[in-house]
């Protein structure tokens, strides 16, 4: 008998228990009811009375001994079983469709306008977005301390008074008339910055398209055709364009720049408040005083220059109801410009 117990003993510290399979061969051969521990047992019955009590302790022995093991084992094939499944790869399995990325409505406009404007001979130009007084407003005609500044509210980097965030585009238009000689004909897209309250239709972080035309004998005719132009290409053939009377310190004549309603097609709507027109920017001819702030000669050349908002235009050609949404980065939104290009 101690031999038999003694042999059990070794064959269970031998078993090797490294897979589910095998686990369950180890507990069908040792510890179920027909396994060769519950035989021990049974066997205890042919020892003779006084050896008894020295078995059954021997086979409890093993008893706990194979129990443990199977417990240890146990632990360690199921995490090694739930670790191969999770690293588990079938590669025949379907593709799970990937999560393409879309461009901006911002973006998709701007190059829009970029292209219109590109197919007629302008350029594209940039300026820093960090300003100096000279570039944003004194060469464009503001002077120190005149109210005009106020028109746009200015957002100042430290303490400097000279180092702004740019509030318009035009500070490109002074840039590119200092370091190229004219013929100019220029288009400077980028963002803006004023110090405005935010509303649906206001953002103190916008973006703007500017244009510049520099030349002998430019009129403001050609600035209202290149406007025309522009306006039908980008809303549709049937759209007017209307210049009403403004003021700008930098050009001389200024015009605000109004499109037809795209919705109503001019007949009045919410979105054009019943007027037919929405405003999508500012323009004008350069005035004499900046030329020559930019060394070119206003008595040989003339020239147009126009400002437009694109967050504006961006919601009229989409409908969107709150500038807002432009920066919120709400997937929800842009998922539906994913499509366009
Ligand atoms: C200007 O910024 C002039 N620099 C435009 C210009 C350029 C005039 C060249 C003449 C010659 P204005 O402040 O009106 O003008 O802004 C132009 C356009 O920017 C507006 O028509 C509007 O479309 C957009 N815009 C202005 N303020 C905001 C704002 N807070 N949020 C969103 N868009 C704005």
Known sequence: MRETIEKVKEEIKKASIS?????????????????????????????????????????????????????????????????????????????????????????????KMIKIFERIGFNISHGPEIEDDWHNFTALNFPPDHPAREMQDTFFIGRDPDITLRTHTSSV????????????????????????????????????????????????????????????EFFGENTKIRLRPSFFPFTEPSAELDVSCPFCKGKGCKICKGTGWVE?????????????????????????????GIERITMLKYQVNDIRLFFENDIRFLKQFQREL
């Open 173 to 232: 238009q002074v840039r590119v008339m200092e370091s190229e000689k004219p013929p100019i004909r220029t288009l400077s897209p980028g963002r803006v910055f004023r110090n405005e309250a935010i509303s649906a239709r206001a953002h103190c972080i916008f973006h703007q398209v500017e244009g510049l035309y520099i030349n002998k004998g430019v009129s403001f005719v050609d600035l209202k055709q290149t406007l025309y132009h522009f306006a039908r």
């Open 19 to 111: 897979t589910v399979e095998q686990l369950e061969e180890y507990r069908l051969e040792f510890l179920s009811k027909k396994g060769k521990v519950p035989a021990l047992f049974l066997d205890l019955k042919n020892v003779p009375g006084e050896m008894k009590k020295e078995m059954g302790q021997a086979i409890n022995e093993v008893k706990k001994i194979a129990q443990e093991r199977f417990d240890l084992a146990k632990g360690e094939v199921q995490e090694k079983d739930s670790k191969e499944k999770r690293d588990f790869v079938d590669p025949g399995l379907p593709n799970i469709p990937g999560k393409v990325g879309g461009r901006h409505p911002i973006s998709i406009v701007r190059d």
């Open 280 to 308: 999508i920017g500012g323009a004008g001819m350069v005035d004499p005083r900046v030329l020559r702030n930019c060394n070119i000669d206003p008595d040989v050349y003339s020239g147009y220059a126009f400002g437009m």
